[in-house]
């Protein structure tokens, strides 16, 4: 039978040489040091990835080329969307924000769909006096029309399709 057994050393500053750790016997000091590890990475590094994927890095490239491969496309924006390609089965989410200044308004969606799949409309109101009622009609791959019972309707939603 065969027994693998692990020594860590760890660089110990203060005296300036290096400490062996047992992992049977000092199993807090391991883990300790892997906390340290996680801590350390989640301050300093997680911070300077993110700003590199927003500017024009390598970092940057590598995942524009990824998504481009995969057919990820994606407009962030008030009225925007995402596809997210083969990855998800050509699932594409849009969303939008508008303001009604009659009783109906037509509403374009960002790309077209190929398939609908269902839209989600959100009245906003700052109060319950501001309640108002409005209905999604004909809905179809290029955008859909809201029906409201009242001027100056705010409202948000959510498409989802292929």
């Given at each position: 039978?065969?027994?693998l057994k692990a020594i860590f050393h760890r660089w110990n500053k203060t005296t300036s040489a290096y400490d062996t750790l047992?992992?049977?016997?000092?199993?807090a000091q391991?883990?300790?040091f892997g906390q340290g590890v996680l801590t350390h990475l989640a301050s300093n590094v997680l911070s300077s990835t993110i700003s590199?994927?927003?500017t024009d890095s390598l970092m940057a490239k590598l995942v524009k080329l990824i998504f481009d491969a995969t057919g990820v496309q994606y407009n962030i924006a008030q009225n925007g969307y995402i596809k997210f390609g083969d990855l998800f089965g050509g699932l594409i989410i849009q969303w939008g924000f508008h303001y009604c200044s009659g009783n109906n308004l037509a509403v374009t969606f960002p790309i077209v769909f190929n398939v609908l799949l269902s839209i989600v409309e959100s009245h906003k109101a700052d109060t319950l006096s501001d309640f108002k009622t409005a209905t999604i009609v004909?809905?179809?791959e290029t955008g859909f029309t809201i029906n409201t019972n009242s001027n100056g309707y705010v409202f948000y939603y959510i498409a989802f399709g292929m």
């Open positions: 039978m065969s027994v047992h992992p049977e016997t000092e199993h391991v883990t300790d590199s994927l927003t004909k809905p179809n």
